[in-house]
């Protein structure tokens, strides 16, 4: 969903306010298998349907780091931009747990509550984020995490008028 970017102080206002939520992503055999092989984690209860029917899943299953790979894309589907933002960074975890398995056809989607923004240097900013990754019909998340992100934003440039730059001119 591409959303309107919201105001610096509309972003530190978020801090302590209610979460924001992704749409649906769908985690199908097809997906689960691309992240096999680009991560090598062949695992049978990831791939090979057959053998994880006989597993306590009932069939195959997504890696738990399929799920947390998705927060990128969830946390672009469900947070606004921040006016004058640069670059975003990971800048990693205070906590990630796995807390069930997604079955491959399974759509999951992300959770995102902002709990501290810090302005570490000038237009540096880091972001403190509690997520969860629920599966529908879920009775429990795939994942929760405590997630930390950096963000530059510069402040946004004020336009007087086309003639501003011959201020001061004759």
Same mark, same amino acid.
């Given at each position: 969903?591409?959303? @309107?970017? #919201?105001?610096? !102080? +509309?972003?530190?206002?978020?801090? /302590? &306010?209610?979460?924001? $939520?992704?749409?649906? *992503?769908?985690?199908?055999?097809?997906?689960?298998?691309?992240?096999?092989?680009?991560?090598?984690?062949?695992?049978?209860?990831?791939?090979?349907?057959?053998?994880?029917?006989?597993?306590?899943?009932?069939?195959?299953?997504?890696?738990?780091?399929?799920?947390?790979?998705?927060? @990128?894309? #969830?946390?672009? !589907? +469900?947070?606004?931009?921040?006016? /004058? &933002?640069?670059?975003? $960074?990971?800048?990693? *975890?205070?906590?990630?747990?796995?807390?069930?398995?997604?079955?491959?056809?399974?759509?999951?989607?992300?959770?995102?509550?902002?709990?501290?923004?810090?302005?570490?240097?000038?237009?540096?900013?880091?972001?403190?984020?509690?997520?969860?990754?629920?599966?529908?019909?879920?009775?429990?998340?795939?994942?929760?995490?405590?997630?930390?992100?950096?963000?530059?934003?510069?402040?946004?440039?004020?336009?007087?008028?086309?003639?501003?730059?011959?201020?001061?001119?004759?």
């Amino acid at each position: 969903m591409t959303q @309107s970017p #919201m105001s610096l !102080d +509309a972003f530190k206002a978020m801090a /302590g &306010e209610a979460s924001h $939520l992704s749409r649906w *992503f769908i985690v199908d055999q097809t997906r689960i298998d691309a992240f096999a092989d680009v991560t090598e984690d062949r695992q049978f209860i990831h791939v090979d349907p057959q053998q994880a029917v006989a597993t306590p899943f009932g069939g195959t299953i997504s890696h738990g780091f399929l799920s947390l790979s998705l927060l @990128s894309a #969830m946390f672009y !589907d +469900a947070v606004p931009p921040v006016e /004058g &933002e640069g670059m975003s $960074l990971n800048y990693g *975890f205070d906590k990630i747990r796995f807390l069930s398995p997604v079955p491959s056809g399974d759509r999951v989607r992300g959770r995102f509550a902002l709990n501290l923004l810090e302005e570490k240097a000038p237009g540096q900013w880091q972001a403190y984020w509690d997520v969860v990754v629920e599966i529908e019909h879920g009775a429990k998340p795939a994942l929760i995490a405590k997630w930390i992100t950096r963000k530059s934003i510069s402040e946004p440039v004020v336009h007087w008028g086309a003639d501003a730059g011959a201020a001061g001119e004759d």
